[in-house]
């Protein structure tokens, strides 16, 4: 049977991983993982050791990762993430509510691919029940914007 | 008596109310593809901490046992797995569906699936003290290996390889000890960061992981059709009660087994449980992969009964039994609260308390499970286009809730995205919470063992040869080190999630 394709850069990846590791190990180095077993650096030696063995790993491994035959990272993602991304920096400026609001219907209009009424009402509905079961009920603080103090 | 507690939550209202609550949540969001419990207790715990310890236990332990079980239903009727642990289910269940008995199936699993979880809260009830008095003899580094234990079997079990599950455990592991060491002050992993003293936010960290990764994993997949099943007869006739109840029981004895195991969890024993139906059934209903009711009994039982086995090293050794109880313990500690065995002797309120509240949220699942399954289904239709969204908001709002820190908020969002470009590349999240729950118990362990020893590494070996408890715990991992070591070697894990 042939081997199920690896997703591109599977291998390169590891190059990040082992530098992670490297990072985890220079940590404990510095604290005294080698001078005392019991130093406040020993533990993280290992556990950066342990890291870096398996980052060497996966390197040389031949199940680099699973190729599901989707893009790794689609537009609607990318989109998806940088929305969100500004859905959290608005909060603190116009308030949750209105932060999230914007948000859903931008979110949900992008995964159906078109700007629709529907996903306006969505996002409203969305926003009020939040509001009630977790302001309301919960009684969660939620950031209500510096811009309309 | 300590154990008239199990019917508190019977007996308040509120409390009463939030396991069921909890338990029609957890079934609500185990239902809707992809969305696993762990997501669902992540988000949902991280509402209660405001709230009086009872009833953030009692919402807990029914958005589990409702989590664990929902996940069958999307299995059964779109071929998606709710949850990792009702992968097993979609292979027979799914079939069933298209032969028109999806109605069958559901009956089916919500009975084993009652079954299953009341064994293993008997498993709890009865298996956790019994526990809890041999773990106050254990030393620090019977800790040590237990937690190593966990962290190795949780990471060969739940990737593609080894060297992926030991890769994300060492990353919790560090990301765990982040902050001011708890013996010396000494900062580990700061920077300079006033911010990184008090160490990383781990329900943030759990959150990002398990809700803000997966949700977008499943936006991937938003454009897949979802196909209507038609539902008949729900409640299955005696006859068939009777000829699966021998195999039922079983397949709980395996979950609460497998449960039990820290760094385990219902999927490994759903799985292990088909596969003993598979291996025991001489005359199944149908051939296995083609529709066997065999094939939904067994892992259906098998995976509740894993959530009473998964509290017993929770509660009795602070240990998560898997994923799941690694949140748990996050939010228990939260709460104040410290699981271990400590907690099982100055509060056994808690405990029987605990189980009372397992046992309503079994019978809870048993009720919404029959009466709402046409509901349910509906449920499992929702178009992630419009879910996916809603998840990002919930683990926002969640996220804040805990301490009303945007601060908080941006950790979520920084390990939701890296969650997704591990996820991508075959990288578990469970081994990361695992390790980041572990590592100040492995941290704190090692050298208080090595301490003890007179700073000799050799001679804590050494005193570890010298303990029973030492040397079981030792043989398991050296046995399950072998069984499993093959670095960077293809091995066979979880089944892929199917999909349409």
Not at chain 2, 171 to 194: C, H, I, K, Q, W
């Amino acid at each position: 049977m042939a081997e199920p394709a690896a997703r591109p850069g599977a291998r390169l990846l590891s190059l990040p991983l082992f530098a992670a590791a490297l990072v985890v190990v220079l940590e404990g180095l510095r604290l005294g993982g080698l001078d005392s077993p019991s130093s406040p650096g020993a533990f993280p030696l290992l556990a950066g050791l342990t890291m870096a063995g398996a980052a060497v790993a996966i390197g040389l491994g031949r199940h680099a990762g699973p190729a599901d035959g989707l893009k790794p990272l689609p537009g609607r993602v990318a989109a998806t993430m940088a929305l969100l991304v500004g859905f959290v920096a608005a909060m603190p400026l116009i308030g949750f509510h209105p932060a999230a609001f914007l948000f859903l219907a931008a979110a949900i209009s992008l995964s159906r691919r078109r700007l629709s009424l529907g996903a306006v009402l969505i996002a409203a509905a969305s926003v009020a029940a939040v509001h009630l079961v977790f302001r309301l009920a919960f009684t969660v603080l939620l950031p209500e914007g510096t811009l309309w103090r | 008596m300590t154990a008239g507690h199990l019917l508190t939550s019977w007996l308040d209202p509120s409390l009463f109310a939030a396991t069921a609550l909890g338990t029609l949540a957890g079934i609500w969001i185990g239902a809707i593809p992809g969305l696993s419990v762990t997501m669902a207790v992540s988000i949902l715990v991280s509402f209660t901490f405001a709230w009086p310890l009872e009833p953030a236990l009692a919402l807990m332990a029914g958005v589990f046992t409702g989590g664990v079980y929902g996940g069958s239903r999307s299995a059964i009727l779109l071929n998606i797995p709710g949850a990792p642990a009702a992968i097993a289910t979609a292979l027979d269940g799914y079939p069933m569906a298209r032969r028109g008995e999806a109605g069958a199936a559901i009956g089916l699993t919500t009975l084993a699936s009652f079954l299953g979880g009341m064994i293993g809260v008997a498993a709890l009830a009865l298996g956790a003290p019994a526990i809890a008095e041999v773990a106050i003899l254990f030393a620090p580094r019977d800790y040590l290996l237990l937690a190593v234990l966990g962290l190795l079997l949780v990471g060969s079990l739940s990737g593609e390889s080894l060297a992926k599950g030991l890769f994300a455990a060492g990353l919790g592991v560090t990301l765990g000890v982040v902050g001011l060491d708890p013996m010396t002050a000494e900062p580990r992993f700061t920077y300079g960061s006033v911010a990184l003293l008090g160490g990383i936010p781990y329900i943030a960290a759990m959150i990002g992981f398990f809700g803000v990764a997966e949700a977008l994993a499943q936006l991937r997949l938003a454009d897949a059709e979802t196909v209507r099943q038609r539902i008949g007869r729900i409640v299955p006739p005696r006859a068939a009660l009777r000829r699966h109840l021998p195999l039922a029981l079983r397949a709980s004895g395996i979950g609460v087994a497998i449960g039990a195991l820290p760094g385990t969890g219902g999927d490994i024993a759903a799985l292990m449980a088909y596969d003993h139906a598979r291996r025991s059934t001489r005359t199944p209903t149908h051939p296995f992969g083609t529709g066997a009711e065999e094939g939904v009994v067994a892992p259906e039982a098998a995976n509740n009964a894993a959530v009473g086995g998964a509290y017993i090293p929770m509660l009795t050794l602070g240990i998560p039994g898997d994923a799941v109880t690694a949140v748990l313990i996050g939010a228990l500690y939260v709460h104040g609260l410290k699981p271990g065995p400590m907690l099982m002797i100055e509060t056994p309120h808690l405990f029987w308390f605990t189980v009372g509240n397992l046992t309503l949220a079994n019978v809870a699942l048993l009720a919404f499970g029959l009466a709402g399954a046409r509901a349910f289904a509906r449920i499992a239709e929702v178009p992630r286009a419009v879910l996916v969204p809603l998840i990002l908001v919930l683990s926002v709002v969640g996220t804040f809730a805990i301490r009303n820190s945007l601060a908080d908020v941006w950790w979520m969002l920084g390990f939701g995205i890296t969650g997704y470009a591990l996820r991508l590349y075959g990288f578990q999240p469970g081994p990361i919470i695992l390790g980041m729950i572990l590592g100040p118990l492995m941290d704190a362990s090692w050298r208080r063992a090595v301490i003890a020893a007179g700073d000799d590494v050799l001679g804590a070996a050494v005193e570890a040869t010298e303990s029973a408890i030492s040397l079981v715990l030792i043989a398991a991992i050296v046995l399950i080190a072998l069984r499993s070591f093959s670095w960077g070697k293809g091995r066979k894990a979880l089944p892929p999630t199917p999909h349409p």
